[in-house]
């Protein structure tokens, strides 16, 4: 069973930054592509970011493009996401995926493996 945990959010002006973390056990997580996805009230569940297995390939959403790196670190079985600049607008709950494909998709429903959300808020 695969388990995923993120942490790493919580309340901050805007401008500033934060770095989620995202630990996934349970399978081979080196060979996982890891996406981040995000969900604020009164709106759809939105892709901000993914990574392939290797960290070679990495692609986000325009609205972040710029101010939010992802990256992972496979001997730790763990993804990162780096928010910088951030916006009021990107408050929302920050949910990390894990994928079975083999190739990384910021369509939703080509992951398998949720986490609980960490909840970020920016403040203006």
């Known amino acids: 069973q695969v388990q995923v945990v993120e942490c790493g959010g919580g309340l901050v002006q805007a401008g500033g930054s934060l770095r989620l973390s995202c630990v996934a056990s349970g399978r081979t997580f080196s060979s996982a592509p890891m996406g981040w996805f995000r969900h604020a009230p009164g709106k759809e569940r939105e892709f901000v970011a993914f990574?392939?297995?290797?960290?070679?390939?990495?692609y986000y959403a325009d609205s972040v493009k710029g101010r939010f790196t992802i990256s992972r670190d496979n001997a730790k079985n763990t993804v990162y996401l780096q928010m910088s600049s951030l916006k009021p607008e990107d408050t929302a709950i920050y949910y990390c995926?894990?994928?079975?494909?083999?190739?990384?998709?910021?369509?939703?429903?080509?992951?398998?493996?949720w986490g609980q959300g960490t909840q970020v808020t920016v403040s203006s």
């Open positions: 995926a894990v994928s079975s494909s083999d190739y990384p998709s910021e369509l939703w429903f080509q992951y398998d493996y």
């Open positions: 990574i392939s297995w290797s960290g070679e390939i990495t």
